[in-house]
């Protein structure tokens, strides 16, 4: 990824989430007359229709939040727009009477973010970038492993003065990611800064990028060996790098693992499934109930790929697929939880691209954990609560090393009760296996 990743308010995180993958087709108009549909064709309206007809069609409350939704309608497509920003203006106004924060309007711009970061890959050289606090410069903050940035040497701390041939003085990261991003293939030509070196130029063919949503590493604490994984979100990619994490971690004779699930928004509820099936062997995992209070219920399928004890760390940011991981890891009895209250999001999205390359995500679902408890606006509990004060988060935030050491409370504890987990003698490793998707790929459990 070239700029690095924000992690904005959960409420305006579903816009830089999605699937391409997640998409679908849907007919243009829906039961409109011929006539209508030639009239509204080559106009705004279209779009405001097309979305339309997915809410109705979809949407999780058939009253449509008490709200007449064919009147809704004749009102948008009596209105006569000049342009398409006109007509997203009143898209918006009109899902705003259904007081659901999560069924959204998205611009192209906005739609294509959302389709990237969930995705778990973009087009670009692979690095990530901050304006240096002190300097003000634009700085490498790290190659991605694997990139053409990191195959060219690209070091942290380099500096970015120039992407083809504009000067990056006062550029943010969103408008110097934008310049270096492009079409796999084509080149990017970069002129870096470099302590003892000066400037040079570095010239960058762009390539299809997999974001890494997972970091791990084994930490000694005491005599026990740890295998600690970070998930940041649930993208498409994400149960693929979760499986080689545990595996590679296995390899290294940890003793138990510590999930951090922390400030995780949640992402695609596929991708939270597969991940709660390397971990539980049998059990309910989640149940989803759509609008005609039709019920699915997913449950684990024996794949998973190790019994080793587990903790989960989690806080208020953690939501939607982290806690839908979380719910069915505690509700089976197969990890202990360790943090503060999750955020409390019970509620699934399907997303849809527009015919003008917008896009739509709409509530479809209300899930439930294995216990059949409701999350929504509580959260979860976990079993060890431990809050940090401001003093804590402004000594982690201030220094990011401190993170998951012994200086970070919620981690400590988890250490804690970890340790008191693999007091006994470890279960045996199951074998592996991999996973088969299904027709929950697509759907987007991210606030």
Do not use: C
Not at 17 to 45: E, F, N, R, Y
Not at 223 to 239: P, Q, T, V
Not at 363 to 382: E, L, V
């Amino acid at each position: 990824m070239n700029g690095t990743i924000k992690r904005p308010s959960l409420f305006h995180f579903a816009l830089f989430t999605g699937a391409i993958l997640a998409t679908s087709t849907v007919s243009l108009l829906g039961p409109a007359s011929s006539s209508v549909q030639a009239a509204l064709q080559d106009s705004p309206k279209a779009i405001v229709d097309e979305a339309w007809q997915i809410v109705n069609r979809e949407y999780v409350d058939g009253s449509f939040n008490r709200t007449d939704w064919q009147a809704t309608r004749q009102a948008l497509l009596s209105k006569d727009y000049t342009n398409k920003e006109q007509a997203y203006a009143a898209l918006k106004a009109a899902l705003e009477k259904l007081n659901d924060p999560y069924t959204r309007f998205m611009d192209p711009k906005q739609y294509d973010a959302l389709s990237n970061q969930t995705a778990g890959e973009l087009s670009g050289v692979g690095i990530r970038l901050e304006v240096n606090d002190q300097t003000k410069i634009l700085t490498v903050v790290e190659p991605i492993d694997n990139s053409p940035a990191f195959k060219a040497g690209v070091q942290s701390g380099d500096r970015i003065l120039a992407i083809n041939g504009k000067n990056t003085k006062g550029m943010t990261v969103d408008d110097a990611s934008t310049l270096i991003r492009g079409d796999v293939g084509t080149k990017v030509m970069l002129e870096i800064g470099r302590d003892g070196k000066g400037s040079f130029p570095l010239a960058l063919t762009r390539a299809r990028i997999e974001l890494p949503t997972v970091r791990y590493s084994v930490k000694e604490e005491g005599n026990k060996r740890i295998g600690y994984i970070r998930l940041n979100e649930f993208s498409a990619h994400a149960a693929d790098q979760m499986r080689r994490a545990i595996q590679d971690l296995q390899t290294k004779k940890v003793e138990g693992f510590v999930l951090d699930l922390r400030g995780n928004p949640g992402g695609l509820l596929q991708s939270s499934i597969e991940i709660s099936r390397m971990w539980l062997d049998k059990g309910d995992i989640v149940r989803t109930v759509d609008r005609k209070g039709n019920s699915e219920e997913i449950s684990a399928n024996r794949t998973a790929i190790t019994k080793l004890p587990l903790v989960v760390l989690v806080d208020g940011n953690s939501a939607s697929s982290s806690e839908i991981l979380t719910g069915a890891l505690k509700d089976n009895g197969r990890a202990k939880i360790v943090g503060s209250q999750t955020f409390g999001k019970a509620l699934v999205q399907s997303v849809h691209s527009l015919a003008d390359g917008s896009g739509l995500a709409v509530t479809i679902a209300h899930y439930y954990t294995p216990n059949g408890t409701d999350i929504s606006h509580k959260g979860i509990a976990p079993d060890v609560k431990i809050d940090l004060t401001d003093g804590d988060r402004q000594k982690l935030s201030s220094n990011p090393k401190l993170f998951a050491t012994k200086d970070d409370p919620q981690y400590a504890q988890a250490i804690v009760v970890l340790e008191k987990a693999t007091a006994a003698r470890p279960a045996p490793i199951l074998g592996t296996q991999q996973v088969s998707t299904r027709q929950e790929k697509g759907r987007l459990d991210t606030p």
